[in-house]
């Protein structure tokens, strides 16, 4: 088989193309051919070993990936060769087959493209896992969603929608605003030109807003914490500005609001059946349309190194699809 390869540190540029064995599954595992395998950002870090984890190499980069059941290993009755199925890895999808625990499977829906199915775990599942599983979000509730035009943005817009929420958008420029709107978004603030703050205060009545999702931190945390109402809940997703805030607690004290991290990459594995549920609910909801997950564009397996860059410069709206 195919596979791209981190062999060393560094750019997109260091990964090199090459053929390995077709890797053979063992007891409790799954062979899957893969059809389309998905990029994240983070896919950028784990090859310069700038990232919390640091797979021992050789390692292919891509963490989620869909494809059909080609091989099963002993013990292996949940899953059929020639069923469709999606996983999330978190390194080593960029690859024509890879071996996968088949407790970590899910079967995709029949119809659904495997380019859709490949990139909805990371984003989607962080985001549902946020705001269902760590923020309690419910129907009828005010959900602020910072940074609403990137990847977990989009996915909160969405999934807030879905959960019955109004959602405000919130992100640095009118044209994001915008495009966020068009996802569903019930309001929107342009915190580029004006306080949020106050933004949220007068969108709410001066109530305030139930729930915050911010992968965003920096200055903008402390002003949408402050525009929070009694009993809220303040979701820490992560510091795409590059700057982790200082809070105040006093002002969790004075609204009795909550500050809650999300640390999804641990949450599946201390809760693997909690995650494969979450899954099943994204997919369901993909079906149904509820959420219309956007690929940006689609590349061939050697040209992972010219999807990476196209990541590291920040050209992306939506997911970059790798098809072995």
Not at 74 to 83: I, K, L, N, Y
Not at 150 to 164: F, L, P, R, S
Not at 167 to 188: E, M, P, Q, T, Y
């Amino acid at each position: 088989m195919r596979a791209v390869l981190s062999r060393a540190p560094g750019p997109p540029s260091s990964l090199t193309l090459e053929t390995l064995p077709d890797p053979t599954p063992g007891p409790g595992e799954v062979s899957v051919a893969v059809e389309a395998a998905a990029l994240n950002f983070f896919d950028t870090l784990i090859i310069a070993d700038r990232y919390q984890f640091k797979p021992e190499r050789p390692f292919s980069p891509g963490a989620e990936m869909a494809g059909r059941v080609e091989a099963l290993g002993e013990g292996v009755d949940a899953f059929a060769v020639g069923d469709r199925v999606v996983a999330y890895l978190g390194w080593g999808t960029c690859r024509e087959r890879v071996v996968v625990k088949s407790d970590e499977l899910v079967k995709i829906p029949d119809g659904m493209p495997s380019e859709i199915a490949a990139g909805l775990i990371v984003t989607y599942g962080t985001t549902l896992y946020a705001l269902r599983d760590r923020g309690g979000l419910k129907r009828g509730e005010t959900l602020a969603v910072l940074g609403a035009s990137g990847g977990t943005g989009q996915a909160a817009v969405e999934i807030g929608k879905a959960m019955g929420a109004h959602v405000i958008a919130c992100a640095s420029s009118a044209d994001k605003v915008a495009f966020a709107r068009s996802l569903g978004a019930d309001d929107g603030i342009d915190y580029g030109s004006l306080s949020l703050k106050e933004q949220l205060k007068e969108i709410t009545g001066g109530a305030g807003v139930d729930v915050v999702y911010d992968p965003v931190g920096g200055a903008l945390a402390e002003e949408a914490l402050r525009a929070l109402g009694w009993l809220g809940r303040f979701l820490v997703i992560g510091f795409a500005s590059g700057e982790i805030p200082k809070i105040p607690l006093n002002l969790a004290l004075l609204k009795s609001c909550d500050i809650r991290g999300v640390f999804w990459g641990a949450a599946i594995k201390r809760d693997p059946e909690g995650h494969r549920a979450n899954v099943r609910q994204l997919l369901d909801w993909v079906s149904e349309g509820r959420l219309k997950p956007h690929v940006d564009t689609v590349f061939p397996l050697e040209e992972t190194p010219a999807a990476l860059d196209r990541l590291a410069a920040r050209a992306v709206k939506g997911k970059l699809i790798i098809k072995p």
